[in-house]
């Protein structure tokens, strides 16, 4: 049990930089690392200890061994989608878009109703700046998961984001009703009703995000920003 809880508690210690922990500190890290490695390697038939491995090294900045460790899941389990999803988030954040975007495309072409899958190509499209071809992505994630209020919220955000504002608006109204205490949500329809001059609206939305949390001073100044706007 102690071997256990030691595991666990490196992926919370994984993303802690190294030059704010002091040597004891550093020294057990450095230990329960190799337990953490070692307890992965044990069970290394399950993609999810691959996955495990690659999201921990990705952590550690050795992005080789990351990638090496996201392919070996795959080769375990060519439908095992956390690892497509992985690999294009660390191929992202080496600028490597292209190789990411194939990697994506890849999986949806084995798991086509994955809404992970389309809502992760979306994403990386608007990176790409294929506007027309992100909507279409992220649209198609909302359609496969409508329950999911993230895929709905940034479907949403980048709807608006290119101009189209009754359709982000409808559609973020719909994902509040699913999904009531969505604070990102609620942020939105604020804003953006605040923004088409909907003044009313934009409070409305403000005043059920302050309710979700009363007390709390960065959300009354949010709402008294929409009260001047009424005023």
């Not at 559609?171 to 969505?182: D, I, M, S, Y």
């Not at 923004?195 to 009354?220: F, V």
């Amino acid at each position: 049990a102690v071997r256990t809880v030691r595991v666990e508690a490196v992926r919370s210690l994984a993303t802690v930089p190294a030059e704010t922990m002091n040597q004891q500190q550093r020294s057990l890290f450095l230990e329960t690392a190799a337990e953490y490695r070692a307890a992965q390697m044990a069970i290394a038939e399950r993609p999810e200890a691959h996955l495990n491995l690659g999201w921990f090294e990705a952590t550690q900045g050795n992005f080789s061994a990351a990638e090496q460790s996201y392919r070996r899941a795959l080769s375990r389990d060519p439908t095992f989608l956390p690892a497509y999803v992985n690999l294009a988030d660390l191929y992202r954040s080496q600028g490597r878009e292209e190789e990411g975007e194939a990697q994506l495309r890849e999986a949806l072409r084995l798991n086509p109703e994955a809404a992970e899958l389309h809502h992760s190509l979306g994403l990386l499209l608007i990176r790409r700046r294929q506007p027309e071809a992100a909507l279409a992505a992220l649209g198609k994630a909302v359609e496969l998961a409508p329950d999911d209020p993230r895929f709905g919220y940034v479907y949403g955000v980048a709807l608006h984001d290119l101009g189209r504002t009754a359709a982000s608006l409808e559609l973020l109204e719909e994902v509040h009703l699913a999904a009531p205490a969505n604070r990102e949500v609620l942020v939105a329809l604020a804003s953006f009703y605040r923004e088409a001059g909907e003044s009313g609206k934009a409070l409305s939305y403000a005043e059920k995000l302050l309710a979700l949390d009363p007390e709390n001073g960065d959300l009354q100044q949010f709402v008294q920003q929409f009260s001047g706007a009424t005023g």
